[in-house]
């Protein structure tokens, strides 16, 4: 049996209000085709770079959330490529003074995974090519972005890790507000390095997957690719070194270029840019501004009394935690009952909807409010469950209940009512339940459906076990 090793390399588009190197806005998305672009990313002669300040120190928080090293000096250097969506002959890079080196993330099965570096960027354009038209545009609105890539050693071990390191990653960009991290949006991209050996023999010869959009074809991709290599590997053939890309529709990869082909950067110090040398006081500073960090909140979620496996789900969720943290402060009775609403009943309305949970008018203080409820026995939790997607679309749980008059029925005398009139009507019930009272919730059943689920079901139970003697 084959077993992979992957490294990941992953670009993350950084947020911050100006370009890497002008004052361009960093975010265009939506806006009118090379609008957002002045003579120093439209790489004019004569225009000068200058460092974004904001990006520098964005991306040494990364660094340090990464647990990387980060050296005394860093500087950038040109890395020289021809691109047709690239004005400048060359892309302003990092080579061997980068933000940050020798980092790691742990995953929930305690595998350490190594991350060589992280460096800053800036973005290419893009070629659009219409439908149209047998020619293509290019739009230059993204041209000198902020990226920061990073880098990981071969430590996966399969496309579940991967999986689980990407959401890591998002997690901690998100937390910092370094980066939205929307794979959807290309603010999160990357590209998977993968081989195959036999346990305990060196490492085999590795292809590199370019450019993958979402987390599932990351997954996709390195499961088809592991198969792929172990089927030439026990047909007694060799992997040739190679980069690929993802066929989504196909869902398999294809060749785009083999390595007897790759570029030679010619890497040299970027000289209209300063080398940037990083004070210890600059570091002190950004780690005091630093905001909590996802394991931060993992152990916060577990003191709480959360479960680990939900705590795992809302720690690594940047909105879930956002919106978790903001509950709590309304309501901390019962923190595992907020987070079985949240990965619960929560989750799957906005998978059943296909919406994230921000684009929602579900507040915070609504969700308290209705866990309030439940606790004082105002609701049932059935009737809870039965108004959440009202609550989803911005109703107060209060207001509601009293419209509906939802309230649960806990006065004794409306329930002996009921139960009465349950009785009356079902002899052969109350017959079968005296033989056996084990059967007494087909007429908690009965009671409850009669009082349209508003009877509390605790209520209901004693006193039905009165009244039968039972
Ligand atoms: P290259 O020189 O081809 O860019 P690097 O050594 O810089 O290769 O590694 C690039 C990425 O490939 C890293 O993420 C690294 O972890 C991963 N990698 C390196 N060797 C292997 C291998 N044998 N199998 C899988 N991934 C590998
Ligand atoms: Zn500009
Ligand atoms: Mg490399």
Redesign the pocket.
């Known amino acids: 049996m084959y077993e ?6 992953i670009h993350l588009a950084m947020k911050t209000k100006s370009k890497m190197f002008c004052a361009c806005p960093a975010d265009s998305f939506g806006q009118e085709a090379n609008s957002s672009t002045c003579p120093v990313c439209l790489g004019l002669p004569g225009s000068l770079p200058t460092i974004n300040y904001e990006a520098i120190e964005k991306a040494l928080m990364f660094s340090l959330a990464l647990n990387c090293q980060v050296p005394d000096i860093t500087q950038f250097h040109r890395k020289n490529y021809y691109y047709p969506d690239s004005p400048y002959n060359y892309q302003i890079s990092q080579f061997d003074k980068p933000v940050g080196e020798h980092g790691f993330i742990d995953l929930s099965n305690g595998r350490k995974i ?1 991350i ?1 570096r992280c460096h800053v960027e800036n973005d290419a354009g893009r070629s659009v090519h219409p439908a149209y038209a047998n020619y293509s545009l290019v739009d230059l609105n993204r041209a000198g972005a902020p990226l920061i890539e990073m ?6 071990r399969d496309p579940e890790d991967a999986r689980e390191f990407l959401q890591k990653v998002r997690a901690i960009a998100q937390a910092l507000g370094v980066s939205d991290a929307n794979p959807e949006e290309g603010k999160m991209r990357a ?7 036999l346990p305990g023999e060196p ?4 292809v ?1 997957v370019k450019n993958l959009n979402s987390f599932k074809s990351v997954q996709r991709s390195l499961e088809h690719e592991i198969k792929r290599q172990s089927r030439i590997l026990e047909d007694g053939g060799s992997i040739k ?1 190679a980069t690929l890309g993802w066929d989504e529709g196909g869902q398999k990869t294809y060749l785009m270029r083999t ?1 007897e082909e ?1 570029a030679d950067y010619r890497y040299f110090p970027e000289p209209d840019l300063p080398p940037m040398q990083i004070g210890q006081n600059w570091l002190e500073a950004i780690k005091a501004k630093t905001p909590e960090l996802p394991d931060l909140k993992l152990a916060r979620y577990l003191a709480a009394g959360i479960r680990e496996y939900d705590a795992q789900i809302l720690a690594f969720d940047h909105q879930l935690a956002s919106f978790l943290d903001e509950v709590l402060k309304h309501y901390s009775e019962d923190a595992q009952a907020v987070a079985n609403w949240l990965n619960g009943d929560i989750t799957g309305y906005l998978n059943a909807e296909a919406k994230p949970l921000q684009t929602t008018s579900l507040s915070p203080e609504a969700l308290a409010k209705l866990l309030k409820l439940i606790d004082t026995n105002t609701i049932s939790g059935k009737i809870a469950k039965d108004i959440l997607p009202e609550l989803m679309q911005g109703a107060d749980p209060e207001k509601l209940i009293a419209e509906r008059g939802l309230s649960q029925v806990t006065d004794s005398s409306e329930i002996e009512a009921l139960i009465e009139s349950v009785l009356a009507e079902n002899p052969e019930l109350v017959e079968r339940v005296k033989a056996n009272p084990k059967a007494i919730n087909a007429l908690l059943g009965q009671v409850m459906k009669a009082s349209k689920g508003k009877a509390n079901p605790e209520i209901v139970r004693s006193a039905l076990s009165k009244k039968l003697a039972i």
């Open positions: 992979p090793v992957i490294g990941l390399e190594g060589t880098v990981t050693e071969p430590d996966l590209d998977v390095n993968v081989s195959v050996r490492f085999g010869t590795k590199e070194q390595k790759a």
